[in-house]
């Protein structure tokens, strides 16, 4: 599996000395809002009706706001994705954490906070937790995970924002402050009494249900005489305009520490189905795969941001966080993390301090699971495939996201285009390298009526793969397989190569030809076992096999070909 890419700190630092002074010395202020998509903040100006955020949309104005950050369709797994800098499938954490027998974040992960033990930096978590407590340290669990200190709430949805029970480090008690105003209370005090560079995290309650007025100095709806159990929408924004107005108060608590902090504002999932609007669609909404579940608001702004002000079309996830946020305090994520640790986090630092930087991801993903169900979805710079697996069914849809933003037309039905058709089979494998998985996807066209046959869980580290080539005819005298590390290009000339000028009528070479192997041939079949090293470095590796047999009489070469398959190296 290709590792991640960290930003280049160290070239920054020889071509830019004032960042290099800033790297590792300025303050980090990481903020999360609950349930809120791209579709309620006017600066991504995709939604009708949004409440004023006049402070996030400044944020926006003198930053970089990222348009195609994704998310997980649901909170806790974004949590543990931006707090260890790996996917849901390898801490777990698919859905959201509700009960005892839920999974956890482990304390055998490396968090965030832990990261930065060394590097001078404080750390605090203000906010909401819900990453679990059972079996973790019970009311000190974000102590545990390293947070030295934590001021919040432990589970998901507060049952009142004016009662709710606060943990301070272990101890709880009964808050009736306004949790949005209680949770930047708690951030000004913390901060106040530090003395070199931090970080802090404020992760709010809101605008997550319940849908409650907040206290009127803190917005401008009219609510009089509006029910939210019927009418949620005013609420709603009410509370984002009462969580912007508390942002503000926030950073202006920040004195003259706010020119030498770097501020990053995330949504931890898409917008709930009871509140979005045309054009978004509900059954698009939160907790699902699609864009209104997992495209979120991100926005960067400090003095690490290059010409403020800009808009990036750089595809970043959620946990890229870890990766990033460890840039800006001057730790290198991948030489931190114990010796053995998969991260899946690429830091996006770069694109912020340098708007011609290359971003580091071409590809992106998003999860959620539960049980024996699954959502996972992959996109590049313009198709997006969506896999849904449960109970042993699995079922995919393919979508054009510049074409169809709101993803109204699967592709999967229709008579797909050449380039659709392509999109389709690169985005299988990518979704299998970003799961470890193996994967044995044919392409392409064969000739003279044989097919390659292999099991399509594709192959494993450590274990032996069978690929044959079938349908032989009975004059076939020899097989070979060809293999590959490409199906776009061999020896210069762009794939697939027609080869009737060679006398095999109707054949294309489709795969690169760095390697070959000779096949046994039994019973109508060519068959040839590849024995894949128990080797990490290969998770993730893809190879390209095609079939070439020697059957005389099939056409003026005597020799034809089979389609070809892209093998990824599962875990």
Not at 202 to 207: H, S, Y
Not at 354 to 364: E, M
Not at 468 to 494: K, P, V, Y
């Amino acid at each position: 599996m290709a590792r991640e890419l960290l930003t280049p700190l160290v070239l920054l630092a020889l071509l830019t000395a004032p960042l290099a002074a800033q790297i590792g010395s300025d303050n980090v202020l990481f903020l999360v809002a609950d349930d809120l998509g791209v579709d309620q903040l006017a600066c991504y100006g995709e939604g009708t009706t949004t409440a004023p955020t006049p402070t996030v949309d400044s944020l926006a104005a003198g930053g970089v706001l990222f348009r195609n950050a994704w998310a997980h369709p649901l909170c806790s797994p974004t949590r543990a994705s931006f707090h260890t800098g790996r996917h849901p499938f390898r801490t777990g954490v698919g859905t959201v954490i509700g009960g005892p027998g839920d999974a956890v974040l482990q304390t055998s992960e490396t968090t965030l906070p832990e990261l930065l033990a060394g590097a001078g930096y404080a750390n605090a978590l203000i906010g909401k937790w819900h990453l679990g407590t059972t079996g973790i340290g019970g009311n000190s669990a974000p102590n545990v995970a390293g947070w030295s200190h934590f001021a919040g709430a432990l589970g998901g949805a507060i049952p009142s924002y004016y009662a709710w029970s606060r943990v301070v480090n272990g101890v709880a008690a009964t808050s009736t402050r306004y949790a949005t105003s209680q949770n930047v209370d708690d951030a000004l005090a913390w901060i106040a009494a530090q003395n070199g560079p931090w970080l802090c995290a404020v992760t709010f309650n809101a605008p997550h249900t319940p849908y409650q007025a907040p206290p009127a100095s803190l917005h401008t709806q009219n609510l009089v005489g509006l029910d939210p159990t019927t009418n949620p929408r005013p609420f709603y924004r009410a509370m984002v305009e009462a969580m912007d107005t508390e942002i503000a108060r926030l950073l202006a608590g920040l004195g003259a520490a706010r020119s030498r902090t770097n501020i990053v504002f995330l949504g931890d999932n898409g917008t709930p189905s009871a509140i979005v609007q045309s054009p978004f669609v509900r059954t698009h909404a939160k907790a699902s795969p699609y864009e209104g579940g997992i495209n979120v608001p991100l926005i960067v702004s400090g003095p690490i941001v290059a010409s403020p002000g800009r808009e990036s079309p750089a595809l970043v996830e959620s946990v890229d966080l870890f990766a990033t946020l460890a840039a800006l305090c001057g730790v290198d994520a991948s030489s931190a993390v114990p010796a053995g640790t998969i991260l899946d986090a690429r830091s996006f630092a770069g694109l912020l301090s340098d708007p011609s930087a290359v971003a580091p991801r071409t590809t992106a993903f998003s999860e959620q699971f539960s049980g024996s169900s699954e959502d996972a979805c992959v996109r590049d710079a313009q198709h997006k495939l969506i896999r849904r697996r449960s109970s042993g069914a699995e079922d995919f849809e393919l979508y054009d996201l510049v074409a169809d933003p709101f993803e109204s037309r699967d592709l999967t039905n229709v008579a797909r285009t050449t380039a659709q058709q392509r999109a389709l089979e690169d985005l299988r494998t990518v979704l299998a390298r970003a799961r470890d998985e193996g994967l044995a996807l044919a392409f392409g066209s064969a000739c003279g009526g044989i097919a390659l046959a292999a099991d399509a869980d594709g192959p494993t580290l450590g274990a032996a793969f069978l690929v044959e080539i079938t349908s032989l005819g009975a004059s076939a005298s020899a097989a070979s397989l060809l293999l590959g590390l490409s199906r776009d290009s061999a020896a210069g000339a762009g794939l697939p190569i027609p080869l009737d000028s060679i006398g095999m009528t109707g054949c294309s070479l489709l795969v690169s030809i760095e390697d070959s192997a000779s096949a046994a041939i039994a019973a109508g079949r060519a068959a040839l076992t590849l024995a894949v090293p128990a080797d990490i470095a290969l998770s993730g590796a893809t190879l390209f096999v095609q079939g070439i047999v020697l059957q005389p009489g099939a056409n003026t070469a005597g020799v034809i070909a089979s389609d070809a398959m892209a093998l990824v190296v599962g875990t």
